[in-house]
């Protein structure tokens, strides 16, 4: 996401050919170094903007061509350099030649599994976005064709608008709204959806509501010139200033309102693990060796920051059934994982304590209520202790609450109303239990 931001705002700040190739270079680092190679459909556009300005610049056609190969090949020989980089660390490390994009395009593109963690319908990703980013999506859906129709305006009126509507300016606005478009074509068929997946292209939407907003407002001017007289567009300006104050107030609104929702209804986790800390490090008993246990709020942990040093963090068994995280090596890399992987998400039972629930000093839950018409069954960890004879030597120590979403009204999982949302939503434990010796 930071290097899709940096590569487009470099693009935006200087759309010369010096200023498309660090473009490129950046989208090159981000899917062959450091980040996830389907990334590059992000750069795609760009790719072909920098051809495009490079067939343009020449006034012989053999030095156009000339120089649009010059593009290509000199993109060919960083991304060779870059991987050539990449395998020369990973073999260093893993002692084993390895091309991780590559692994990681077979992983998600060939072997599958991933539904194992969820499928969610095609409308997942608007319901998201609208629910993330209100206004502005709705500015970044319209500012394709505002683009377009704009550039029709100014055309037929012969308006240049001080070089706004050249075909560099129109082939850059397109260059960075159209990796949205591609990306989403990318990520929406696959039934595992998730809201990760959306990141890489945030600052994209960002950019594409603004430019939406900014093409509209041109267009309300070209209106007003259209139907109001020449003696009477001394409020044109006025009103394009207000349309600009009003989108971002309401933007800011919904948004504050979202970030409240957050933060009063998700944050249990941070808080949870940040009082489980503090519970060890006072406790009596040793820090090395505690085991911290999680069932189905495995997706839920923070980070390991949070356990002091010797805790370790260990999985019991609930009904999510796919392939757990597991932990790293001491010193973070080895040429052999500690416990098996495959590349199918299949349960690896492996992943879990050995001896069960009896060998957690701490254990943390999300106390739901059960409920058949939800079909939900009691928390997994209750089960557990219950089934290990145990459930009289745990004790809840610590709790905060967390929203309930299936039992929550969708207007007031969405935003943080004070005063109307506490009254309608359902909050329940997010708890901390603790073993007695």
Request: aromatic letters at 10%; charged letters at 15%.
């Amino acid at each position: 996401m930071q290097l899709v931001l940096l590569s487009t705002g470099n693009l935006c700040q200087d759309p010369r050919a010096s200023g498309v190739s660090r473009s490129i270079f950046i989208g090159l680092i981000a899917t062959l170094a450091i980040g996830w190679p389907f990334c590059a459909v992000c750069w795609i556009p760009i790719g072909l903007y920098a051809v495009l300005q490079a067939f343009c610049s020449g006034d012989d056609p053999s030095n156009r061509f000339k120089n649009a190969t010059f593009v290509l090949l000199r993109t060919v020989i960083h991304a060779a350099i870059i991987q050539l980089i990449v395998c020369i660390i990973d073999y260093q490390w893993y002692q084993a030649l390895t091309v991780p994009s590559l692994n990681i395009f077979m992983y998600n593109a060939a072997a599958g599994g991933d539904e194992l963690y969820g499928i969610e319908p095609a409308s997942y990703y608007l319901k998201n976005l609208a629910l993330n980013f209100n206004f502005t999506l709705v500015l970044a859906l319209v500012a394709p064709f505002a683009v377009l129709v704009n550039e029709v305006f100014k055309r037929k009126q012969g308006d240049d608008d001080n070089g706004a509507s050249s075909p560099p300016s129109f082939g850059l606005r397109l260059a960075v709204i159209s990796p949205l478009l591609l990306w989403f074509l990318l990520i929406g068929p696959r039934p595992h959806k998730e809201e990760r997946f959306v990141f890489p292209v945030y600052p994209l939407i960002v950019l594409a509501g603004a430019i939406g907003l900014e093409n509209v407002i041109r267009l309300t001017g070209a209106l007003c010139d259209m139907l109001v007289s020449s003696s009477s567009r001394g409020g044109k300006r006025q009103i394009q200033m207000w349309l600009r104050a009003t989108a971002l107030i309401v933007c800011a609104m919904f948004s504050s309102l979202r970030m409240l929702a957050l933060f009063n209804y998700y944050n249990a986790p941070v808080q949870l693990f940040t009082a489980l800390n503090q519970e060890i490090l006072s406790s009596s008993r040793s820090t090395s060796n505690t085991n911290i246990c999680v069932g189905g709020e495995w997706h839920r942990f923070p980070s390991s920051f949070f356990l002091p040093q010797g805790s370790n963090l260990a999985f019991l068994p609930s009904e999510f059934k796919g392939q757990l995280p597991q932990p790293f090596t001491p010193g973070g890399v080895a040429v052999e994982p500690l416990q098996p992987f495959n590349d199918e998400n299949r349960e690896e039972v492996s992943r879990y304590i050995a001896g069960g629930i009896s060998n957690c000093d701490y254990a943390v839950e999300l106390m739901l209520t059960e409920d058949k018409l939800l079909g939900r069954k009691a928390p997994a960890i209750s089960l557990l202790m219950e089934a290990a004879g145990e459930k009289g030597r745990w004790n809840m120590t610590s709790s905060v609450t967390f929203l309930d979403a299936e039992r929550t009204h969708g207007l007031h999982r969405m935003m943080y109303i004070p005063r109307v949302s506490d009254c309608r939503i359902v909050l329940v434990d997010y708890a901390l239990w603790k073993r007695e010796k």
